[in-house]
């Protein structure tokens, strides 16, 4: 946040994608807590190990330091940091963390999921306990990115428009919109255009402890996690009032 609001410049990445100093802050802060519990760790702004390496990990820790750059760089609040643990394929426990919001979501199937501030962190007695919505939204409510707009892949979006008469839309950057999935603001949020692993594993975890789900479009399977290629293929988010 300091970074944030001072002044700051982006490098491009050899992928095309914008590097901050906020990026690479927060990634090297990161990286020195988790190293500390000697589980592998995947990272965006981390040299990646080859798949030879990776495959023979049982788990690790991934993370995008900051989720949301070109959120970041218009300063529009619309940023965070996403910090998932992996065993196996599946992820089961996130962390997303919203830096402008001063607060957190995080849990996974085993504990729960909880939102609470930064300040209190640390205070379990202060944590809010998320239980799973069995009602969905009238209108039925999206969450998307600002980008997401009618394309091929559009075609399976056909089922909501058919089963309920009104839709709404909530545009936003960023894993922030596991934040509306998981209070109950929005009750779908689909996905088909290019993201990588850390973007999406801390939210998965989080939908399939509420009794959500994220489904890859072209196999109808669950989304799996420090694959060879870490890109994620098109996905659908849909909580548990949507899957009922």
């Not at 982006?10 to 906020?22: C, F, M």
């Not at 999935?181 to 949020?189: F, K, S, T």
């Not at 939210?203 to 799996?224: R, W």
Request: hydrophobic share 35%; glycine share 6%; aromatic share 12%.
């Amino acid at each position: 946040m300091d970074i944030y609001k001072s002044g700051f410049k982006a490098t491009i990445k050899k992928d095309g994608s914008p590097v901050t100093q906020a990026d690479l802050a927060a990634s090297k802060i990161i990286y020195n807590h988790l190293i500390k519990t000697e589980i592998p760790i995947l990272g965006e702004e981390l040299e990646k190990d080859d798949y030879f390496t990776r495959s023979k990990w049982t788990e690790n820790w991934c993370v995008d330091p900051l989720d949301g750059t070109r959120m970041f760089l218009m300063k529009n609040d619309e940023f965070s940091v996403n910090i998932a643990h992996i065993i196996g394929e599946k992820s089961v426990f996130g962390i997303i963390a919203s830096p402008t919001e001063n607060k957190v979501i995080f849990g996974g199937k085993d504990t729960g999921v909880y939102t609470t501030s930064f300040k209190t962190i640390d205070k379990p007695e202060s944590w809010n306990r998320i239980e799973p919505i069995n009602t969905v939204n009238n209108p039925l409510t999206i969450t998307c990115s600002r980008s997401f707009k009618k394309g091929p892949s559009y075609k399976h979006m056909e089922q909501f428009e058919e089963a309920y008469e009104e839709i709404a839309y909530i545009r936003k950057g960023s894993a922030l919109k596991f934040f509306d999935l998981a209070e109950g603001i929005a009750d779908v949020y689909p996905r088909f255009a290019p993201t990588m692993e850390w973007d999406i594993a801390a939210g998965q975890a989080i939908v399939e402890a509420l009794g959500g789900e994220i489904i890859d479009i072209n196999s109808n399977k669950s989304l799996t996690y420090n694959k060879e290629d870490l890109y994620n293929p098109s996905f659908i988010v849909k909580m548990k009032a949507i899957i009922s």
